[in-house]
């Protein structure tokens, strides 16, 4: 459902990630490996993320990590959306993220 909305498939799963789990930080490597996708696929997607304030970074070194940003003004709506998705299409997440 969400692909009708979000063409990118690789900002698709990026967006799942951050809406269900607000409180999760990653580096774009990381998050590459979680959603196996291309690192610098992922990296573009953060940073178009990051400009759209859904995401905000925090530099850290040579690392750059990126979390929800929770004064995004749609997300709680985009947090319901991707539930009411997953559910429709069956596809639930099984590994939890920490």
Known sequence: MLD??????VRRKIVVVFAKYPDFKTHSRA???????????????????????FLISI???P????????????LKELQS???K????????????IS
């Open 63 to 74: 690392m750059t990590y990126y979390q929800t940003n929770k004064q995004f003004p749609i």
């Open 81 to 83: 959306i991707v539930i």
């Open 31 to 53: 998050l590459a490996k979680l959603i196996k996708e291309d690192p610098g696929n992922v990296s573009r997607e953060l940073s178009r993320l990051e400009k759209g304030n």
């Open 85 to 96: 998705s997953q559910q429709m299409t069956g596809n639930k997440t099984t590994k939890k």
């Open 4 to 9: 009708v909305f979000i063409t990118s498939r």
């Open 59 to 61: 530099k850290k070194g």
